[in-house]
T-cell receptor, first 118, second 115 residues
Framework: ETGVTQTPRHLVMGMTNKKSLKCEQH?????MYWYKQSAKKPLELMFV???????ENNSVPSRFSPECPNSSHLFLHLHTLQPEDSALYLC?????????????????FGPGTRLTVL | AQSVAQPEDQVNVAEGNPLTVKCTYS??????LFWYVQYPNRGLQFLLK??????LVKGSYGFEAEFNKSQTSFHLKKPSALVSDSALYFC?????????????FGPGTRLSVLP
């Protein structure tokens, strides 16, 4: 195991539901990431937090809302999703980020949450 | 802008034979380069990275990769493939000199090692 856990591992939700994905890292890292992995598409970086400050938001729709209450926890709040949002959502963490800056160190990934939007 | 290409969607190799998974990159400055592997229903696992120094980098599970600056390549290699190496492999790059850019991942190459 990589030291990064994600819950739930699988989630099925309707388009009108509200749900949250949780990520926790036990590595003492100070940067955390959300990625979206869709079939036959490159990994898409969604959000980056460094020292609990969001440093990158890659034009992600507002129906995805991240939250980083501390350096060990990262959430992705979901509401009114679309079927095309069905994908594997991966969390990662790394060390070395400065406040407000991007980390260049190795990223360690969680196992992902397989999301299906009906 | 930085980018990564993995020209092969699929690589098939017989068990015991050497394997190569190709990666080429484009950055304006100096690159950090990474290889990750993804097994079914799992997240990405770090294999190896090049930051600076020796162009031949050794990583986990007997894998190695060679950084070639003139060809802007970072191919992943293993002298003798195992069936258990069958997985999806991702190359990633980060521009060292452009602090505003984060990692970019390639589209992935599916490796199948046949018994």
């Amino acid at each position: 195991e990589t030291g990064v856990t994600q819950t739930p591992r699988h989630l099925v939700m309707g388009m009108t539901n509200k749900k949250s994905l949780k990520c926790e890292q036990h590595l003492g890292h100070n940067a955390m990431y959300w990625y979206k992995q869709s079939a036959k598409k490159p990994l898409e970086l969604m959000f980056v937090y460094s020292l609990e400050e969001r440093v990158e938001n890659n034009s992600v729709p507002s129906r995805f809302s991240p939250e980083c209450p501390n350096s060990s926890h990262l959430f992705l709040h979901l509401h009114t999703l679309q079927p095309e949002d069905s994908a594997l959502y991966l969390c990662a963490s790394s060390q070395g980020g400065l406040a407000g800056r991007l980390s260049t160190d190795t990223q360690y990934f969680g196992p992902g949450t397989r999301l299906t939007v009906l | 802008a930085q980018s990564v290409a993995q020209p092969e969607d699929q690589v098939n190799v017989a068990e015991g034979n050497p394997l190569t998974v190709k990666c080429t990159y484009s950055v304006s400055g100096n690159p950090y380069l990474f290889w990750y592997v993804q097994y079914p229903n799992r997240g990405l696992q770090f294999l190896l990275k090049y930051i600076t120094g020796d162009n031949l980098v050794k990583g986990s599970y007997g894998f190695e990769a060679e950084f070639n600056k003139s060809q802007t390549s970072f191919h992943l290699k293993k002298p003798s493939a195992l069936v258990s190496d069958s997985a999806l492999y991702f190359c990633a790059v980060r521009d060292v000199d452009n602090y505003g850019q984060n990692f970019v991942f390639g589209p992935g190459t599916r490796l199948s090692v046949l018994p």
